[in-house]
């Protein structure tokens, strides 16, 4: 699976972005995540849905904040990012991997975890906050 994050840019804070995660096949029953990494930090997963029913999942820094949502087109997926902050500053990168690879018991965190170790991976796309 092919994968292209797009839609970062320069934001002043308290402003939005919306990113889109663009894969080369219809992403049904996919899990699809999207992660950032600041300078200097780990990569950090921020939230991510399961397309077979719609379930999404976010950290705690991002809740009410940001929203993921599948588009019409069935291939895409985005990440709504809302009251942007300077802490929300990063590259951005969305990840999927196949639903059948995910244990029903899995968290969404174990299933984000999936994504790191065999998952499909987009190039990353920059989102910067100013003050």
């Known amino acids: 699976v092919q994968l292209q994050a797009s839609g970062g840019g320069l934001v002043q804070s308290g402003g939005s972005l919306r990113l889109s995660c663009t894969a080369s096949?219809?992403?049904?029953?996919?899990?699809v995540g999207w992660f950032r990494q600041a300078p200097g930090k780990e990569r950090e997963g921020v939230s991510c849905?399961?397309?077979?029913?719609?379930?999404?999942y976010y950290t705690d820094s991002v809740k009410g904040r940001f929203s993921i949502s599948r588009g019409n087109a069935k291939n895409t997926v985005y990440l709504q990012m809302n009251s942007l902050k300077p802490g929300d500053a990063a590259i951005y990168y969305c990840?999927?991997?196949?639903?059948?690879?995910?244990?029903?018991?899995?968290?969404?965190?174990?299933?984000?975890?999936?994504?790191?170790?065999?998952?499909?991976w987009g190039q990353g796309t920059q989102v910067t906050v100013s003050s």
């Open positions: 990840a999927t991997v196949h639903e059948s690879l995910i244990s029903s018991s899995f968290t969404h965190l174990q299933a984000m975890g999936l994504m790191n170790d065999f998952g499909s």
């Open positions: 096949v219809t992403l049904d029953y996919y899990a």
């Open positions: 849905i399961f397309t077979s029913d719609g379930t999404t």
